[in-house]
């Protein structure tokens, strides 16, 4: 299974929880599409877009169980990124882990996390 992520404030996520599905944060829903990260982006992703910030989780998504909503588009650095055009189901949701803040002021990624 390959999963991909999204870094998620807590108080969002819980939401998505209790309406049973995930449409976005702001950026998402101006953008038109749910960005995630793969494992080798999720840490930029966080250090570019979420800096300093406490309260977020990681949200680990299997990436087969998105279908044909699910597309791999350029984007930073030239990047291919994976960009959802859905809301996220929570049945592909495999975990979600809180994204502490480290001592060296950057987020501490789970361990289960790629």
């Given at each position: 299974?390959?999963?991909?992520?999204?870094?998620?404030?807590?108080?969002?996520?819980?939401?998505?929880?209790?309406?049973?599905?995930?449409?976005?944060?702001?950026i998402?829903?101006?953008?038109?599409?749910?960005?995630?990260?793969?494992?080798?982006?999720?840490?930029?992703?966080?250090?570019?877009?979420?800096?300093?910030?406490?309260?977020?989780?990681?949200?680990?998504?299997?990436?087969?169980s998105?279908?044909?909503?699910?597309?791999?588009?350029?984007?930073?650095?030239?990047?291919?990124?994976?960009?959802?055009?859905?809301?996220?189901?929570?049945?592909?949701?495999?975990?979600?882990?809180?994204?502490?803040?480290g001592?060296?002021?950057?987020?501490?990624?789970?361990?289960?996390?790629?």
């Amino acid at each position: 299974m390959t999963l991909i992520y999204k870094i998620v404030p807590e108080e969002l996520w819980r939401a998505a929880e209790r309406a049973g599905s995930f449409a976005g944060a702001s950026i998402d829903l101006t953008d038109g599409f749910i960005h995630l990260s793969t494992a080798d982006q999720m840490r930029e992703t966080a250090a570019k877009h979420f800096a300093g910030q406490t309260g977020l989780l990681l949200v680990a998504v299997d990436e087969a169980s998105l279908g044909d909503a699910l597309r791999y588009e350029i984007s930073r650095g030239g990047q291919p990124f994976p960009h959802l055009y859905a809301p996220l189901a929570l049945t592909s949701v495999v975990f979600v882990e809180p994204l502490p803040l480290g001592a060296d002021g950057l987020h501490v990624f789970p361990e289960r996390a790629a």
